[in-house]
Structure formats: structure tokens, C-alpha cells
């Protein structure tokens, strides 16, 4: 399988000819989600869910589907009738040939006072991948490639790593990064590769990794 990371909290997989897209959010470039297959949403925030993108995707191939919560696809499905598919925890399909396993049910909590909306995480091939949105869902089954949401308004850098220690991953890359400044990151990579307890890496928009 082929991981490309996109900016944020984008990710594109590639295996057999076909092309799953994983949170094209506005964060992200505007063709993130072009030339896919299937698309999966973990949540409504405009980072991860983008509805321009989305319908482009769609537009430009008409056998593409959308997989998602009810709050994502509440706001699009209209307007692509049995394209968009409604998940939630415990549910798996096949997405564009890729297993799906959906783990999770609400983001992190960002501050008390802020309503924390639904979140989804997606294992992918039995755990060859796992992206888990904005939340540290744990998963029960073991991950090779887990995803890892380094800086967010909702995290810190003990959490990430602690994270990192109860997935146990065979590695890491990072993912949710838009936010993390190009002066800090030797210091995330420093601190969670040192404590993590798994193989961390990093890669640049546009680069590539066979999982």
C-alpha cells in the first residue's frame, strides 16, 4: 500500500489501481482529494471536511462514494444520492477495495465550555493503517501504521506521546501539523521519537511511504 501524506490531516492510500482519500480539510490542497476513489470524513470541522473539495471529487468521477458520520453526511448527501454512506463505531465496509473498520464516537475536548462533536477513527486493512481523526482513540487491534495527530488546539505533547505508548504501533507518522511551525518540530521529533517507544517519522506534503 502506498500513504501519501497531504497537508494536515490528509492522507492518500493507494493499492491495486484505486485511491482512498482520508479528511481532505481546508487545511489541506485544493485537488487532496482529486482523482479518489472513496473518501472518508472523521468529523464536521472545516480542517478535516472540506464541501468544495468533496464535490469536485465526486464531480469529476461519478462511481466515487463518500463514507461518514451523520453530521458530515447530513450536509452533502443531498446533492449525491446513495453516494454518501453514514458510519459509526463498530461498522466496517469496503471502500474503493481498502477493509474499513470505524473505531470512536466523540472528539477531544477542546475546552470545557466547547461541545464536543462526533469523531471517528477508520483502521484500514485489518490495521496496515489507522487514522483517528481528532480524538486518541485506541483501537483493539493491533496497528502498523498509526497516524499521529501532533499538535492541535486539544493536545499536548505528554498526550501524544502517551498515545503513542498504548497504541504500540510498528511506526508513526505524523498528521494534524498545519499548526506546528517548522522552529518546533525538531523538538516534537526529538521528544516523541525518544519516548514514544515506536519508530517516528515525519513526512513532508507530497511525499510518500509504503506501509
Given at each position: 500500500m502506498k500513504l501519501t501524506k497531504k497537508s494536515h490531516a490528509c492522507v492518500r492510500l493507494e493499492k491495486d489501481g484505486r485511491t482512498l482519500v482520508i479528511d481532505p480539510g481546508g487545511f489541506s490542497e485544493q485537488d487532496a482529494a482529486a482523482g479518489a476513489d472513496a473518501i472518508l470524513v472523521t468529523h464536521e470541522h472545516p480542517d478535516h471536511f472540506d464541501e468544495g473539495r468533496?464535490?469536485?471529487?465526486?464531480?469529476?468521477?461519478?462511481?466515487?462514494?463518500?463514507?461518514?458520520?451523520?453530521?458530515?453526511?447530513?450536509?452533502?448527501?443531498?446533492?449525491?444520492?446513495?453516494?454518501?454512506?453514514?458510519?459509526?463505531?463498530?461498522?466496517?465496509f469496503t471502500a474503493a477495495g481498502f477493509e474499513v473498520q470505524v473505531h470512536g464516537e466523540l472528539h477531544a475536548v477542546i475546552h470545557p465550555d466547547i461541545p464536543r462533536v462526533t469523531n471517528v477513527g477508520y483502521l484500514i486493512d485489518g490495521g496496515r493503517v489507522f487514522h483517528p481523526g481528532d480524538a486518541l482513540t485506541v483501537p483493539d487491534l493491533p496497528v502498523e501504521t498509526l497516524m499521529l495527530p501532533v499538535m492541535a488546539p486539544w493536545n499536548k505533547i505528554a498526550e501524544v506521546i502517551d498515545y503513542v505508548r498504548e497504541v504500540r504501533p510498528q511506526r508513526a507518522y505524523d498528521v494534524h501539523d498545519a499548526l506546528l511551525t517548522d522552529l518546533a518540530r525538531p523538538i516534537y521529533d526529538r521528544q516523541i521519537g525518544a519516548l514514544g517507544g515506536t519508530d517516528h517519522q515525519r513526512l513532508v506534503p507530497g511525499a510518500s511511504a509504503q506501509v
Open positions: 468533496l464535490r469536485a471529487a465526486l464531480e469529476a468521477n461519478p462511481a466515487a462514494g463518500i463514507w461518514t458520520l451523520k453530521a458530515v453526511a447530513e450536509q452533502i448527501a443531498a446533492a449525491f444520492p446513495g453516494r454518501v454512506h453514514t458510519v459509526g463505531h463498530g461498522d466496517t
